[in-house]
């Protein structure tokens, strides 16, 4: 097997914390850092709504003028039937940043990407990590593949950016926590015009035995998306696409934005929407971050937002560990636990809010404080 030049950083996964961490460590200064990625950027992914404060977070990385520049379709708040059958709302006409952003996640991940690549990093796409050994000297030795068969790469501190996979961590020992995870069972919807929905906020219906959500993506479609939990979803038998639409029709202010367009993606497409944080985010010359460390439920549209700041955090630490100046990467840990917890309170919150189905097995779920269930 060819073994790769020496790195100081590899990091595993090219979504936006890999990417983001990247770039950080260049500012920094760090030399020879590696990105593994093992997709293309040009598949579809789920997940895109973006606030406003997300602004600062690119001036900090020094992307602000070229992610503008990329005209994602700006967000200016949310339309909510949350807690109320009256309509609420919250409009980005009171944030100090201006608006969000629904994104084009391919697109944007594929830009972070070239701004890792503009600043130094070198990223290697179609490239899947495999698994690690550890040397005598602290060193890793990563196993990696691509079509080109399979190499060794010899890197100092490794950074786990795998999203829910956490292949790295979980090949460490670390176990997710996890906390009411959901499920998602999303479609989208275009107009028979083949027009373009004016719709520029993101939609939220909360309804017995889950939530909806509607946004407008790039393509010009409605995504619509309902989240619940397994046990509901099997037991009402949504994932079967007829019940689905059923369901749908009986969500008045949801079915009203769609019910003039007709479905592309039938049946709806479902993922799993997780809460959990792992109970060991890092090591002496390892870390993790973004969902490989923490997931985050969808409802507070905080996964990319929480995936850019751990970079930030912990590519400061990875050049102190680098200098010798601290014993280990305990810090990441510590701030992603911390994060995390106040996300607990803030998904607490949001859930409390509702109150309409006392009966509701869904919502008595989601409202029990903190609730953790077993290492997986
Ligand atoms: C249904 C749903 C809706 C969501 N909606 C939103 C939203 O509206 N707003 C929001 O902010 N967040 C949302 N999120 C969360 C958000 O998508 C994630 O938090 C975010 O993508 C995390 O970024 P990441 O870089 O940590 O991980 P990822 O984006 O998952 O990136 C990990 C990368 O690692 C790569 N990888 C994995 N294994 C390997 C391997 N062995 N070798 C090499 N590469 C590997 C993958 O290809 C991937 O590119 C949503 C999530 C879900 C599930």
Known sequence: MTESKPYKVAIIGGGPAGTACAINLCRLGVKDVLVIESGEYEKFRIG??????????????????????????????SVSYWGDHRRGYNDSIMSPFGHGWHLDRTRFNRFLANEASKAGVEVLIQTKYQYTRQLEDGHFLLTIKNSEGRKTVNAEIVVDASGSKAVFAQEMGSKKIHSQPLICLAARFKAKDGQSPQMQLTHLEAVEYGWWYTAKLPDNSMLVTLYSTKEIIQSEKLNSPDQWLEYLKNTPHTYDLVQSMEIVDNPPKGFP???YCLDKCAGKNWLAIGDAASAYDPITSRGITKSLLNAEVSANIVAKRLNNIIPDCQEVHNHIKLSYDRYLEERQYYYGLEKRWKDSIFWQELQIENFQIPLT
């Open 48 to 77: 895109e709504s973006i606030p406003p404060e997300s602004r600062q977070i690119f001036a900090k990385l020094g992307i602000l003028d070229s992610f503008l520049a990329e005209n994602h379709d700006p967000c200016y708040g």
């Open 273 to 275: 929407a997780p809460s």
